[in-house]
């Protein structure tokens, strides 16, 4: 019935009564009426529909409110951040007793100046009864100090479970009830460590993430029970590929693989296997180990460790396709012309055995230089026909509008203690393109596949960018000089290409790339195929990475429901009435646990980088104005790593914020900071427990006619 709802009011512009829905629908008995309004009443309660004033329904989405997560500055006043709409401001003074990252609902009122502004009319979802900081003792009383500074309020500990502590502590406590406004009693849950311990910081965002580290005894039971190797039992009525030359590639610290390559020729044509770990064989549904995969989501992937989304014996063991082992996957083997078109494919359950565990480093080598890496000669021809096949799936790629942003990513290195000794940019050459290319030939073949055959499935989807962000982008950069030519339809990710390709011989591209992609919406989980933008795709699923994301092992499952196991039609019926109902639910957590690992992984990264510039105070360096604010600008250097230049530490005169052209302007003299400028700088002061870096301008020495500094320090 909700269902039958939903489809009648998304195409409805205008509020129904529910006497409407129901002669819509068809239902005229008084029960029909009574289940109607019973559907529309939950339907409400869960904020999927909106009911008006006069009784009348809409979707949600189409009214007035707005549903999203509150982001509140250490100011006080927040945003409401929504999908794919502008972020509501929210006065201090309009919480209405929301505090940082709960799930609220939002109305829109007439603000003070011209910016959208809100109040928050209901709390949804509470997502601090968990918080995380420092305990310690004043004037003899305990104290908690939560790490997250937005958390406007006093947390007072229950007496319980203090006898174990001591100041300096990190803990993790509950909320019991409010005793106040802003004010609330909590309870200790977790002692986390000691915050000078190794390693007690990451843990600490870990945490203060809700991202669980541990295992359940129920599901290390059960993990206990599984096999160490594969038997003969398992083998049967798979594709034995264990002769065939199949290796992996990976980076040198990799323990979980899950995936491993293969190829042949076939006349003019190529015929590339991508064999993926078979990970929903061994998780199976029903089981505490599904339902603990299901909650994580994804593996995180820290500094100086994973926190995995299965067990060891499983990520690193018996599904990791580990070299010289018995390992059961799923293969895609694709037949792909020199043009780069794939004309034929087969999906299969088999049984391989990779022959090395080769490196990127070593395989770039290969690539690269020539060199040949000892116990790598037997497979350099098999590597230079990946080579080519990458090249021509990549030129076939870049042909329908591949976007390429060629965004750099920093490295983080620590030694045993966790601390960073250095902040480098992570390398990228062509052993990590052949894999990439490969694995998006398999993707998009997997989900192809299934998309013809009509099954719910779980897609990859990446939607079509706000056009006006994107008009508004490319109007601030001609202001500063940057002509970009051509048409201006972004419906079709070719016009996004020539904007970047347009911008690629710019010294500031790196700049003005990131800028661009901020434009772009999120990729996330759907089970309706909507494409891939970034990646010019029609139809694009995540079938290769079951070890670390949960979308790739239903990917699988749903493979071995559909195809592998040959349902008969009743069967085949009951699955896809099941998958119709639960996959948007699925999709929608596994979404939000991915949004949830990459802001862990952000703000660790963050911290570690501060730290790692706390004891580089007062030396320079030359960097790049990767943002302008109000408030100041951001330099990037090399290696990555931000700070900030408050406008209040910039000399010499009165500079004002430019909202348009994102540019500093000086009121005297006249002199503009601009976006992708290089200037020089100095680390005026950096702090670990914040996660900010200050930098002050330094003064040009001399250099050529632009003033750009001939000498480049290096951190």
Same mark, same amino acid.
């Given at each position: ?9 998304k195409i409805e512009d205008n509020a129904l009564s529910p006497i409407e829905i129901s002669e819509k629908l068809g239902k005229k008995s008084v029960d029909d009426l009574k289940n109607i309004l019973q559907a529309l009443s939950e339907l409400e309660n869960d ?370 203690n966790c601390k960073p000794y250095d902040v480098v940019v992570r390398e990228r050459g062509k052993g990590e393109n052949l894999i990439e290319d490969f694995m998006i030939a398999a993707n998009e073949t997997v989900a192809q596949h299934i998309f013809y055959l ?51 011989? #710019?010294?500031?591209?790196? +700049? ?7 434009? !772009? *919406?999120? =990729? @996330? $989980? ?66 939000? #646990?991915?949004?949830?690992? +990459? ?7 963050? !911290? *570690?980088? =501060? @730290? $790692? ?103």
């Amino acid at each position: 019935m909700k269902e039958e709802i939903i489809d009648i009011l998304k195409i409805e512009d205008n509020a129904l009564s529910p006497i409407e829905i129901s002669e819509k629908l068809g239902k005229k008995s008084v029960d029909d009426l009574k289940n109607i309004l019973q559907a529309l009443s939950e339907l409400e309660n869960d904020f999927i529909v909106y009911k008006s004033n006069k009784g009348k329904y809409i979707m949600f989405e189409k009214s007035h409110l707005k549903k999203g997560r509150l982001s509140v500055s250490k100011g006080g006043f927040g945003f409401v951040i929504l999908d794919g709409e502008d972020d509501i401001y929210i006065d201090k003074r309009n919480m209405n007793g929301a505090l940082n990252n709960d799930i609220v609902v939002a109305e829109e009122i007439k603000g003070s100046g011209k910016k959208t502004e809100g109040r928050i009319v209901k709390i949804l979802k509470k997502e601090n009864n968990l918080i995380v900081g420092l305990y310690d003792i004043f004037d003899g009383n305990p104290h908690f100090i939560p790490d997250d500074k937005k958390l406007n309020m006093e947390i007072i500990l229950d007496n319980k479970n203090l006898d174990d502590l001591v100041p300096g502590h990190k803990i993790q406590v509950s909320i019991i009830k409010e005793l106040g406004k802003y004010k609330y009693l909590a309870e200790v849950v977790k002692i986390i460590g000691h915050k000078n311990d190794p390693g007690v910081d990451i843990l600490s965002i870990v945490y203060d993430h809700n991202i669980n580290d541990v295992f359940s005894e129920a599901v290390m039971k059960e993990v206990d029970a599984l096999p160490n190797e594969v038997s003969e039992n398992e083998i049967v009525g798979r594709r034995d590929l264990r002769g065939e030359t199949i290796f992996t590639i990976d980076g040198d610290d990799t323990k979980d693989i899950d995936d491993a390559i293969s190829i042949k020729k076939n006349g003019e044509n190529y015929i590339l296997g991508v064999h993926i770990a078979d990970v929903s064989y061994y998780v199976k549904e029903g089981t505490e180990l599904y339902k603990e995969a299901y909650d994580r989501g994804t593996s995180v992937y820290l500094v100086d460790r994973v926190i995995p989304m299965l067990p060891h014996k499983l990520s690193n063991g018996i599904c990791s396709l580990n070299p010289n082992e018995d390992r059961l996957a799923i293969s895609c083997v694709m037949e792909i012309t020199k043009d780069g078109k794939i004309i034929s494919h087969d999906i299969f359950e088999s049984v391989i055995k990779s022959r090395i565990q080769m490196t990127y480093k070593k395989v770039n080598k290969i690539l690269n230089n020539e060199e040949i890496p000892v116990g790598y000669e037997e497979y350099v021809s098999d590597l230079k026909l990946m080579e080519e096949l990458a090249e021509i799936l990549r030129k076939e790629k870049l042909s329908r509008g591949y976007l390429d942003f060629d965004v750099d990513e920093a490295k983080i290195l620590v030694d045993e203690n966790c601390k960073p000794y250095d902040v480098v940019v992570r390398e990228r050459g062509k052993g990590e393109n052949l894999i990439e290319d490969f694995m998006i030939a398999a993707n998009e073949t997997v989900a192809q596949h299934i998309f013809y055959l009509e099954f719910p499935f779980v897609y990859r989807i990446h939607e079509v960018p706000d056009e006006e962000k994107v008009k508004e982008f490319l109007n601030s950069i001609s202001l500063l000089g940057y002509q970009i030519k051509g048409d201006r339809n972004f419906i079709y990710p070719k016009s996004m290409k020539k904007i970047l390709d347009q911008l690629r011989d #710019k010294d500031e591209f790196e +700049i003005l790339s990131t800028l661009l992609l901020r434009c !772009m *919406k999120k =990729a @996330e $989980y759907k089970p309706e195929n909507v494409g891939h933008y970034g990646l010019a795709s029609k139809c694009y699923t995540h079938f290769t990475s079951p070890i670390r994301r949960f979308p790739d092992t239903t990917v699988h499952n749903l493979l071995r429901k559909y195809i592998f196991n040959r349902p008969n039609e009743k069967e085949l019926s009951r699955l896809i009435s099941y998958w119709n109902e639960n996959l948007p639910a699925l999709c929608e957590h596994a979404s939000e #646990k991915e949004r949830e690992s +990459i802001d862990c992984e952000r703000d660790v990264e963050s !911290m *570690k980088m =501060a @730290e $790692y510039m706390e004891n580089h105070i007062g030396e320079e360096y030359d960097g790049i104005i990767s943002s302008i604010m109000n408030f100041g600008m951001f330099i990037q250097l090399d290696n990555m790593i931000e700070g900030l230049v408050h406008i209040s530490e910039m000399k010499g005169d009165y500079y004002n914020f430019d909202d348009v052209t994102k540019t500093l302007k000086g009121e005297k003299k006249g002199k503009m900071y601009k976006l992708g400028q290089k200037v020089r700088v100095v680390v005026t002061n950096a702090s670990k427990e914040n996660s900010t870096i200050d930098f002050n301008l330094v003064e040009k020495k001399q250099g050529d006619k632009n003033g750009n500094i001939k000498q480049k320090s290096k951190i």
